[in-house]
């Protein structure tokens, strides 16, 4: 008899989103030049977030065809990493920011940095979150009744 396993959150098809982080120099016209190249090839970026010191600085982008976006880098040499994110759907920010922290913090899931999506999928504002356990995020976030957003929702 043949067992059959319910799937899990982790895999990178469900509502985990991935994210790449690009080591970009640190001068005028570097993102630009990544929008550019991802434009031309029909991808748009979704979310986005920049660090910088002195010499160079770290984009870290959330776009809606991440697949072609490994291609591109790949094949024009642009150093990236990739790791994956929660994409989490806020209906009424004040109150749910507040619920969706202190459910992570009940779990001890420790949220390593957040930044919010430039497009609004539904028409609800969306935030991007990095946490040390993707997989007791999504499960304790889903147990609160949050609706977290796959590549196919934030994709257009």
Same mark, same amino acid.
């Given at each position: ?34 929008? =550019? *190249? @991802?434009? %031309?090839?029909?991808?748009?970026? &979704? ?5 910088? /010191? ?44 507040? =619920? *969706? @922290?202190? %459910?992570?913090?009940?779990?001890? &899931? ?5 930044? /919010? ?40």
């Amino acid at each position: 008899m043949a067992l059959k396993f319910r799937e899990t959150t982790s895999k990178m098809d469900g509502p985990l989103v991935r994210q790449f982080s690009i080591f970009l120099p640190n001068k005028v016209g570097a993102m630009l030049d990544v929008v =550019k *190249l @991802l434009n %031309a090839h029909q991808v748009d970026v &979704v979310a986005l977030s920049i660090s910088e /010191s002195t010499d160079s600085a770290i984009a870290r982008i959330v776009v809606s065809d991440p697949d072609r976006v490994e291609m591109l880098f790949g094949e024009h040499d642009v150093a990236f990493g990739v790791c994956a994110m929660v994409i989490v759907e806020m209906k009424e920010v004040s109150g749910q920011l507040a =619920k *969706l @922290l202190a %459910a992570l913090l009940m779990a001890e &899931v420790n949220v390593h940095f957040t930044y /919010s999506l430039l497009t609004r999928p539904r028409g609800f504002a969306a935030l991007a979150l990095h946490v040390d356990d993707t997989d007791c995020a999504t499960s304790v976030l889903l147990g609160e009744n949050f609706r977290l957003l796959s590549q196919n929702d934030i994709s257009r």
